[in-house]
């Protein structure tokens, strides 16, 4: 299995940065516009990017510390995968470990998404710190995919 891992700072308290991880409204800010369902524990969110998407179980939310999703709806590359936000207060700085685990194998996708996490995270960061991100469709286009 391979994985996904950024570090990302913002220049914010881990509970600013939760609330927009955490949130439909925060989701819909940084990832997707078209973010909905239930973001509480158990509840499933879905992310649509043109006609397609991600449907994500949260399986665990600990306010200021951790949002972890099981992906349940999506590429077949994606199915059974999960992504954890961890959170930590590092001075001035929220520091977010990411990570989208669980991946059978490093396939092109992959290489793909591995970017466009950077992307989204930029934008996660950028909500977070200056009120505007850039979520799909306003998001960097990397390549044909996307």
Not at 14 to 39: F, I, K, M, N, R
Not at 59 to 75: A, F, H, M, N
Not at 112 to 125: A, N, P, Y
């Amino acid at each position: 299995m391979v994985d996904i891992l950024h570090r990302v700072g913002v220049k914010s308290s881990v509970d600013e940065v939760y609330s927009a991880l955490a949130t439909v409204d925060g989701l819909a800010g940084w990832w997707t516009d078209q973010t909905q369902g239930d973001p509480n524990a158990g509840g499933v969110v879905q992310f649509r990017f043109k006609a397609d998407g991600f449907d994500m179980k949260v399986t665990d939310l600990q306010p200021g510390k951790q949002v972890r999703w099981e992906v349940i709806g999506g590429p077949p590359e994606w199915i059974g995968t999960e992504v954890v936000f961890d959170l930590k207060q590092d001075g001035e700085y929220a520091i977010i470990l990411f990570k989208h685990q669980g991946w059978k194998e490093p396939v092109e996708f992959m290489h793909h998404c591995t970017t466009k996490w950077g992307v989204f995270l930029m934008s996660l960061k950028s909500l977070v710190e200056t009120g505007t991100g850039a979520p799909y469709p306003r998001d960097v286009h990397i390549d044909n995919w996307g």
